[in-house]
């Protein structure tokens, strides 16, 4: 008998997003913003249905893994990926997330404003993607959460050089560390970019009133 092999093969995939509505290609401004872990994007994108509007459009792609929140029954969730087979996870999100936003792009003749947001683990899955996507956004704002720990930084440094960097973080966060604050500063100090942080009064989520002062402000 031979020994065991782990072996790979590559097959097309159906992925889910949502739209705060649909596409009129006359938008002058694009948000894609990123769920959480086990979050789904129909539900996250509700948040951000108050700032829709005939200029502005928000896209949510919704995290590939799948899994129920409690035990075996209820509710499902979504996540941009675990601890096993890491990798692959991060490389097909970056295959998805490239060809939803060029599928979307192509039917623009004057091409929009881009900015995107993550929240908690979206954070890490937007700084990935944005620092190696073919297009630059104009803001990228971090939202419980940081850059990716494996940043490449000479891919960001270039990528980020005119992008406006924003880490929003609530001062009763449970899941926000001294530990995960003083990596994200050495982290932050390697990009050698200026990152706005803004702090509101709350835990681990979406703050309204700071989300107006975000999303409002590009107007």
Known sequence: MGNILKKSIEFSYKAHYSVSHSPTYTESEIWFVFHGYGQLAGFFIKKF????SEKRLFIAPEGTNYAYLNGFEGRVGANWMTKHER???ILNNHNYLDLLADTLLAGYSDK???NILGFSQGAATATRWSSRW?????RLVLWSGGFA???DLKDSREKFADTELSIILGDQDPIITEESLEKQKELIDKLGKQ???LTFSGGHELDMKMLARIIDSDI
């Open 87 to 89: 990798e692959t996870a």
């Open 134 to 138: 073919k297009e630059r956004a104009e």
């Open 195 to 197: 990152v706005e942080v």
């Open 49 to 52: 249905q108050a700032f829709d």
């Open 112 to 114: 929009p404003v881009i």
């Open 149 to 151: 720990h494996d940043l």
